[in-house]
């Protein structure tokens, strides 16, 4: 089956702890992609990968880090998180941008809490 | 700086009262306008893919309409579980996507 998947699905932490949250897909997506989703805010773009070993950051970047070291793994990670880091995490992957097939597919999201 | 409106935040239709969700958009070089439903907990779920002004598509009792500056959701005859979150994105010349805020819509039996 065509999916992505992430992990942990629910994260409760403390402020300072590094934590990382796993995202594969099993589609050969070039894109991947990191959102954060908060009330009255939308989904917003963390970061995203045009293909491995690239990665630009998105409109909400401070406090994250990514890697793509494979093409199906897109890990996020949080060196120290902080309580505005509490939110809602999708992962998601496209096949391309531009090229006729941008719909993107979501994993189920991460909820994080930072306290 | 490219941007995606919603409106209206939310929206309460009777079952099969027809309605229109509004995406206003402000991007450089639209390559695609997208629509996604999402559910409560759940990821969004791709919808359509708009590529230039005049295109449509449809699905069921949903129809996606674009101009060079928005889009409509035509939703036809409602049901309750066309209730959902429908979420409107964009991208432009750059490798981001922008997504507005959504459109809560509750379909009443």
């Keep these: ?115 | 700086e490219d941007q995606v409106t919603q409106s209206p935040e939310a929206l309460r239709l009777q079952e099969g009262e027809s309605s229109s969700l509004n995406c206003s958009y402000t991007v450089s070089g639209l390559r695609g306008l997208f629509w996604y439903r999402q559910d409560p907990g759940k990821g969004p779920e791709f919808l359509f893919t708009l590529y230039s002004a005049g295109e449509e598509k449809e699905k069921e009792r949903l129809k996606a309409t674009l101009t060079k500056k928005e889009s409509f959701l035509h939703i036809t005859a409602p049901k309750p579980e066309d209730s959902a979150t429908y979420l409107c994105a964009v991208i432009g010349a750059g490798n981001q996507f922008y997504f507005g805020t959504g459109t809560s819509l509750t379909v009443i039996p």
């Design chain 1, 1 to 115: 089956e065509a999916q992505v998947t992430q992990n942990p699905r629910y994260l409760i932490t403390v402020t300072g702890k590094k934590l990382t949250v796993t995202c594969s897909q099993n589609m050969n997506h070039e894109y991947m992609s990191w959102y954060r989703q908060d009330p009255g805010l939308g989904l917003r773009q963390i970061y995203y990968s045009m293909n491995v070993e690239v990665t630009d950051k998105g409109d909400v970047p401070e406090g994250y880090k990514v890697s793509r070291k494979e093409k199906r793994n897109f890990p996020l990670i949080l060196e120290s998180p902080s309580p505005n880091q509490t939110s809602l995490y999708f992962c998601a992957s496209t096949l391309g941008v531009g090229q006729g097939s941008d719909e993107q597919f979501f994993g189920p999201g991460t909820r994080l809490t930072v306290l």
